[in-house]
């Protein structure tokens, strides 16, 4: 080995890191784009909205339940889907960590052989004096093997940009699990509280009816009235009574919904339910702050930045393959052979070594249009995101400004309900009174029986729907995600079961898988 030999490739090397230092990066670098945002809510101007910026971390607390509140800390806890959106956020780190290794050399092999050869008598070996005598030999050899496309034109550091992106991704996905895993649990709660309601309304009405029924059977047989009025008495009771069974069921539904959220089978939940069956009422007021919080606030808004910016990376690394690539590539061997006077024992001396190292540059000239279309199929894919981060914006305003009026109109709903469940009840008892003096017939009664069910049952339905729009405008704000901020979203069996399995090294660890809020820098270490 001479001494040019010797120093040429660490001279290589050191101009190898120091051109993924200080060369470019092809393709377009990403910009926030311009979303259309309203400058307030339509809504903004009523009594019960402020512009206030509020904490949206635990809003089901504005309810003043502690039912709900233990039901939503189980299903933060237990819930299945959330745990696969926190598995993906640690697929996605180790992604990155096959992005990184890219940057440097891309094969390292280590190559050990041991060969025997046999030459016929035939082979040309025989031309050589006492060749003959050693048609037998055995060959070994170990060695090293490098090669490394320089990162010139930023394709690996796209690349790491990208898988960058995607695991920040990731996390907001994880985010935006969370604000709908303690939406849907508050509205399955808000639903059996309400069909509770209901069924203790029919249960109320049937009493009521049974009273009618037996005030009509008495003057029936009094002589006073005919068996019409039985029948319908009987008929009425019978309807309120049907539908008891059918909100019975829905009641099953909503409870085995409840179970799959909070992570287990559908089973007797009562116990998490508690005592007490009320719809819960919300708060006179809600901050509601300004529609430009929203990106800020909803983690799919920034999941739909995150995978632009990701996809804007592919551009460049697609682009990069327009130009030449530059390599190293080298290989370090120590071969012997028993052949001739050759020994096997000398494998490892220094005349049985041998050292090739050096450039080489390769460029895809002729590809007939593959690397130009796959250029613009990115570029495509990345307005398309683009577009879709537009888009999910467009549709946050929608659903916060849908919500907002459903929560102002369901109360005035309400309002007016309750003033026709008052007149209704006053209604029976004076018809009530009426038919036993005989001054109207049965059927007054009956219509006022119909009517007091109807305004109850609707009245029930209307503040369930309240507190179910409530839900809805703090679910379209983005709340709920921040429960999960400094603790560690990957639960500890989920973590010693996968190390189990696999070597993961130090990625379990939150401070390796969950993404610090500062940019990461082009060169990151690999993660072995």
Not at 51 to 59: H, V
Not at 295 to 311: G, H, I, N, T, Y
Not at 326 to 331: E, P, Q, T, V, W
Not at 431 to 444: K, L, M, P, R
Request: aromatic share 10%; net charge positive.
């Amino acid at each position: 080995m001479t001494f040019r030999n010797s120093i040429l490739l660490p001279i290589l090397l050191a101009a190898a890191f120091l051109s993924i230092q200080g060369c470019l990066k092809v393709g377009p670098n990403f910009a926030t784009p311009a979303a259309p945002v309203a400058s307030k809510w339509l809504e903004a101007g009523n009594k019960h909205f402020t512009d206030k910026p509020a904490n949206y971390s635990a809003w089901w607390k504005c309810f003043g339940d502690p039912d709900l509140n233990r039901i939503i800390d189980k299903a933060y806890h237990n819930n299945i889907t959330l745990k696969i959106a926190a598995v993906n956020v640690l697929q996605a780190r180790a992604e990155l960590g096959i992005a990184t290794g890219q940057l440097y050399p891309q094969m390292q092999q280590a190559v050990g052989s041991a060969q025997f050869n046999r030459f016929s008598p035939y082979s040309t070996m025989v031309l050589f004096p006492g060749a003959s005598a050693f048609n037998d030999y055995w060959q070994d050899q170990v060695g090293w093997n490098e090669a490394w496309e320089l990162d010139f034109w930023g394709k690996y550091r796209r690349a790491i940009e990208s898988s960058d992106a995607t695991w920040r991704a990731s996390l907001a996905d994880y985010d935006a699990a969370l604000v709908s895993l303690t939406a849907d649990a508050a509205n399955a709660y808000i639903q059996i509280r309400t069909l509770q309601d209901r069924i203790q309304i029919a249960r109320e009405n049937v009493k009521v009816q049974k009273a009618s029924l037996r005030i009509a059977e008495a003057r029936f047989r009094d002589g006073s009235t005919s068996e019409l009025d039985v029948e319908q008495a009987k008929t009425v009771l019978y309807n309120t009574r049907a539908t008891i069974p059918v909100l019975q069921q829905q009641l099953k539904q909503q409870k085995d919904a409840l179970c799959t959220l909070l992570g287990i089978p559908p089973s007797n939940i009562n116990h998490l339910l508690g005592g007490q069956a009320k719809i819960p009422v919300p708060p006179p007021s809600i901050a509601i702050g300004i529609p430009a919080d929203l990106l800020r606030r909803r983690p799919d808004v920034r999941s739909a930045e995150l995978k632009a910016a990701a996809q804007c990376a592919q551009i460049g690394v697609a682009k990069a393959d327009l130009f030449p690539a530059f390599s190293l590539s080298g290989n370090f061997d120590f071969l012997a052979t028993d052949f001739a006077t050759a020994r096997l024992g000398q494998m490892f001396n220094a005349q049985a070594s041998s050292i090739t190292a050096g450039p080489s540059v390769a460029w895809n000239l002729f590809n007939f249009g593959q690397i130009t279309n796959n250029v613009r199929a990115q570029d495509a894919t990345f307005q398309t995101d683009l577009l879709s981060y537009k888009n999910t914006v467009l549709t946050a305003q929608q659903q916060v400004e849908d919500y907002l009026t459903g929560f102002l109109r369901s109360q005035q709903n309400a309002r007016s309900l309750a003033l026709a469940a008052a007149a209704a009840k006053r209604a029976l008892k004076l018809a009530f009174i009426q038919y036993e003096n005989g001054s109207v017939d049965f059927t007054t009664v009956l219509t006022a029986h119909q009517s007091l069910l109807s305004a109850q049952d609707s009245l029930a339905t209307a503040l369930g729907n309240i507190a179910l729009n409530l839900v809805g405008v703090y679910k379209s704000l983005g709340g709920g995600w921040e429960i999960s901020k400094g603790k560690d979203i990957l639960p500890p069996q989920i973590k010693e079961m996968m190390a189990k399995r696999t070597n993961w090294g130090d990625l379990l660890s939150p401070a390796v898988y969950l993404p610090p809020p500062r940019k990461q820098s082009d060169i990151r270490s690999p993660d072995w």
